[in-house]
């Protein structure tokens, strides 16, 4: 297969099929505007996440609080655009999965991190199993 064909398949066809299905958009409408105001939490509290992140005990907490709040962000947006879904609802999963591990289960943070994240993880996973399953 080639790039253009991955890229069809990952991407083109995905986003036409999602804008398209309007409940989709609107799933993805609600979960891109909370990942956006839980990015710019991670900046304009930025000194209390960055003692979260460290508690957490993850690697390079400066550098992974500011990475995941531009994840959050762009993310976000992006879903709100209904593009690139496939993409960035796999990397946003992966940023849920990870906040369920070692925030919630791993530090035992009930809010958000085994309450929201664990919502926008399913919705993550039902927006991909939504626009993948019609492609």
Same mark, same amino acid.
């Given at each position: 297969?080639?790039?253009?064909?991955?890229?069809?398949?990952?991407?083109?066809?995905?986003?036409?099929?999602?804008?398209?299905?309007?409940?989709?958009?609107?799933?993805?409408?609600?979960?891109?505007?909370?990942?956006?105001?839980?990015?710019?939490?991670?900046?304009?509290?930025?000194?209390?996440?960055?003692?979260?992140?460290?508690?957490?005990?993850?690697?390079?907490?400066?550098?992974?609080?500011?990475?995941?709040?531009?994840?959050?962000?762009?993310? @976000?947006?992006?879903?709100?655009?209904?593009? &690139?879904?496939?993409?960035? +609802? *796999? #990397? /946003? $999963?992966? %940023?849920?999965?990870? =906040?369920?591990?070692?925030?919630?289960? @791993?530090?035992?943070?009930?809010?958000?991190? &085994?309450?929201?994240?664990? +919502? *926008? #993880? /399913? $919705?993550? %996973?039902?927006?991909? =199993?939504?626009?993948?399953?019609?492609?």
């Amino acid at each position: 297969m080639t790039a253009r064909g991955v890229w069809q398949l990952v991407v083109s066809r995905p986003d036409a099929l999602m804008r398209r299905d309007r409940t989709a958009v609107n799933v993805a409408v609600a979960t891109g505007v909370i990942f956006i105001f839980a990015g710019l939490v991670k900046f304009v509290f930025h000194a209390w996440e960055l003692r979260a992140f460290r508690a957490f005990g993850l690697p390079w907490p400066s550098a992974l609080e500011v990475f995941a709040g531009v994840l959050e962000i762009a993310g @976000g947006a992006l879903l709100i655009a209904s593009l &690139l879904v496939v993409p960035v +609802a *796999l #990397l /946003l $999963a992966a %940023t849920m999965i990870v =906040a369920i591990g070692a925030s919630g289960i @791993g530090h035992g943070d009930v809010i958000p991190s &085994l309450t929201l994240a664990p +919502a *926008l #993880l /399913l $919705a993550l %996973t039902w927006l991909l =199993a939504r626009v993948l399953k019609r492609g």
